[in-house]
């Protein structure tokens, strides 16, 4: 028998058969995603993503707002960020550029270079702009996903930790030990896996940004003084 395809608000036929798509779908369906403004985020990020990326985004408010449960943090937040954490990442570079200099979001030269960077501060004004979220925890949340900075709330810690253990992930060194570690501590995991991100990054001669070092001397002071 025919594997019944699962549909949402907002997603068309083609996009609703893909298969990163299918899985995200299956972990909303037992646990739908809350917020009410939901269907229209996920229509526009359907519009405006690749399939995997959006897919990758499902999961990542699904996983967020597990996370959020697990260690006592405010979970519509958590899926907020989740969910549109990413909502800039497929702008090509010069787009990004743009929007980041005309609003004087940064003038950090490194994050300006690169989209791999910058989508996350420019995300955070779009996601104000075009999706209408406009609480600080959550855009702050989206503005440091992918590099952390010392001194990041839990919440911050919590989408930037889901963003790397969401369920689709591909598998990469260390994965499941963090997905275990983060049932337990936040600290813990992020540190695991901003470690990671460092080691492979600097592996292949690739640029790290400062703040992700710093943000794992943080997290090694604050754990140790914890001690
Ligand atoms: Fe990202
Ligand atoms: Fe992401």
């Not at 996009?15 to 899985?23: D, P, T």
């Not at 969910?83 to 800039?88: F, N, T």
């Not at 503005?143 to 689709?168: Q, W």
Request: hydrophobic share 40%.
């Amino acid at each position: 028998m025919a594997k019944q395809v699962m549909s949402f608000p907002g997603i068309d036929a083609d996009l609703a058969c893909n298969k990163q798509v299918q899985e995200a779908l299956s972990l909303l369906e037992s646990e739908p995603l809350h917020d009410p403004r939901a269907p229209r985020w996920v229509g526009k990020l359907a519009a405006s993503l690749k399939p995997g990326r959006f897919a990758h985004s499902l999961s990542v408010a699904w996983m967020s707002r597990r996370l959020a449960h697990v260690h006592g943090l405010d979970p519509l937040k958590a899926e907020q960020a989740g969910l549109l954490h990413d909502c800039a990442k497929c702008l090509p570079l010069d787009e990004m550029q743009r929007i980041a200099v005309d609003h004087s979001l940064t003038d950090d030269p490194e994050l300006l270079a690169s989209g791999a960077l910058l989508h996350s501060v420019v995300g955070s004004w779009v996601a104000r702009e075009d999706y209408g979220m406009t609480d600080p925890d959550v855009l702050e949340a989206i503005s440091y996903h992918n590099t952390g900075y010392p001194g990041m709330t839990r919440l911050d810690m919590c989408v930037c930790l889901s963003d790397s253990i969401e369920p689709l992930r591909e598998a990469y060194p260390r994965l499941e030990q963090i997905r275990a570690l983060a049932e337990t501590s936040l600290e813990r995991a992020l540190l695991l896996s901003l470690e990671g991100t460092a080691d492979f990054v600097t592996s292949r001669g690739k640029f790290l940004h400062p703040r992700t070092q710093n943000t794992i001397a943080w997290l090694k002071r604050s754990l140790s003084e914890a001690r």
